[in-house]
């Protein structure tokens, strides 16, 4: 299979894709993607006309075995989930913001990629993340945004997955809930204990951290009742952690759905039903075989073939 062919506008329109890909607003962009950039499980018969994403699919949510409790990529579970964790989505930021989506190449290199938006006097700088431009005589992987902020994880050994929740980094985290940081990552600080990694964090950046999502998820996961409060707070935040929020409080008895935003409770009888139910079993990336033949993307795709990358063959 060809790249272009998964994402071209001559394909797009061959393949009869029922609603139009440009100009469209960044939700709705996200969204045409994740049905193949998703970790998910599908609401009956998948239709491609029925084209609000979470009217049709049901995106996993920070489960245990496939997010780390504050979030982080575990298991394959592809980009957005991530993605729809991050500051940047929540601020109007799309895929192809970064992405050439008909070439599948990156639509900058290096930190132009993030300067697009990003200024540049105050971020790629030592001011901001303390490492030298150069090391040895090449460009410092340290002083690269996408090192801090996209740590990469391997999955089947030889692929990386950046982490699309485009974080800052947190080793207090890991200190208290056992979550990697991207000082630790391989090939960075990993021959240091974390004691070296938060005390020059602490002297860079200052003690003072904000409370993250995190805590009250590792909380919930060990099943301790003093997370309640905080998880039913998260299962009323219009995100991907609401819905990990929710399902917490529920397994620990109280839940209120009726915080839970709109679009998770009254788009449509399905999905009302798939947020008022306990939620289907997690998809395995064998279960994302299901793509029909007739995939508005890929013609050539052999029945009973997945669509989407990164299948165990
Ligand atoms: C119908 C399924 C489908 C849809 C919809 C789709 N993709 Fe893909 N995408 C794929 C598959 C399959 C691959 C792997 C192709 C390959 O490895 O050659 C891929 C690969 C990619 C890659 C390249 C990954 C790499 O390793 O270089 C990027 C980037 C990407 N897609 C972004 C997007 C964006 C952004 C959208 C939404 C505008 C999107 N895709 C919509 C199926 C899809
Ligand atoms: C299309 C514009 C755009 C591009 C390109 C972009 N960003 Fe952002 N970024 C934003 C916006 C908007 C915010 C939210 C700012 C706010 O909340 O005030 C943001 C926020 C962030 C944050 C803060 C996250 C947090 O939780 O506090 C980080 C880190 C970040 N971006 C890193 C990057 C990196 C790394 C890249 C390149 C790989 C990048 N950005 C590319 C627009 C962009
Ligand atoms: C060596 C790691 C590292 C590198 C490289 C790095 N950052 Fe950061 N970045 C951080 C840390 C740590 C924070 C949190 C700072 C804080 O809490 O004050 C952060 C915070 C941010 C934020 C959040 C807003 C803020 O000012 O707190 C943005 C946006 C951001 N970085 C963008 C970038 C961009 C763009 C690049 C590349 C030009 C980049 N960063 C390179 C470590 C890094
Ligand atoms: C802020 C910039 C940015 C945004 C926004 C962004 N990506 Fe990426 N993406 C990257 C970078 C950087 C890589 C790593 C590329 C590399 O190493 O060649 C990447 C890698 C990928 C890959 C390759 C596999 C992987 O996970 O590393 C896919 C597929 C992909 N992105 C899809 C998406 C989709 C779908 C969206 C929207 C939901 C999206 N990206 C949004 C910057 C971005």
Request: glycine share 8%; proline share 8%; net charge positive.
């Amino acid at each position: 299979m060809g790249r272009d062919r998964a994402h071209g506008p001559p394909e797009v329109e061959n393949y009869g894709l029922v609603i139009q890909t440009s100009g469209v607003a960044s939700r709705v962009q996200v969204e045409l993607c994740a049905p193949c950039h998703s970790r998910r499980t599908e609401l009956g018969d998948y239709n491609h006309t029925r084209t609000a994403f979470l009217d049709n699919l049901v995106p996993v949510v920070l489960e245990e075995g496939l997010y780390y409790p504050d979030g982080q990529i575990l298991d394959e579970v592809y980009e957005y989930g991530s993605f729809v964790q991050s500051k940047m989505f929540q601020n109007n930021v799309r895929c192809s913001d970064c992405h050439d989506v008909h070439r599948l190449t990156l639509l900058k290199e290096g930190n132009d990629l993030c300067l697009q938006c990003h200024r540049k006097d105050a971020y790629d700088s030592p001011e901001h993340h303390f490492h030298q431009m150069t090391f040895q005589g090449k460009p410092n992987e340290g002083a690269r945004c996408v090192k801090c902020h996209m740590p990469e994880r391997p999955y089947m050994i030889i692929d990386y997955r950046a982490d699309h929740s485009l974080r800052v980094p947190r080793p207090d985290l890991t200190v208290k809930i056992g979550t990697p940081n991207a000082c630790g990552q391989s090939g960075c600080h990993d021959d240091k204990p974390v004691t070296w990694i938060v005390d020059a964090y602490d002297r860079w950046y200052g003690k003072a951290k904000k409370p993250h999502y995190g805590t009250a998820l590792a909380a919930g996961r060990a099943g301790k009742p003093e997370a309640q409060t905080e998880l039913v707070r998260l299962a009323g935040d219009r995100s991907i952690r609401l819905s990990s929020g929710l399902r917490l409080s529920r397994s620990s008895g109280r839940i209120l759905v009726k915080k839970a935003p709109r679009r998770l409770t009254a788009r449509s009888p399905t999905t009302k039903r798939s947020c008022a139910t306990p939620p289907p079993t997690m998809s395995t990336p064998s279960s994302r075989n299901n793509w029909p033949n007739g995939s508005p993307h890929f013609s050539s795709i052999p029945s009973g073939r997945s669509a989407c990358r990164r299948q165990p063959s």
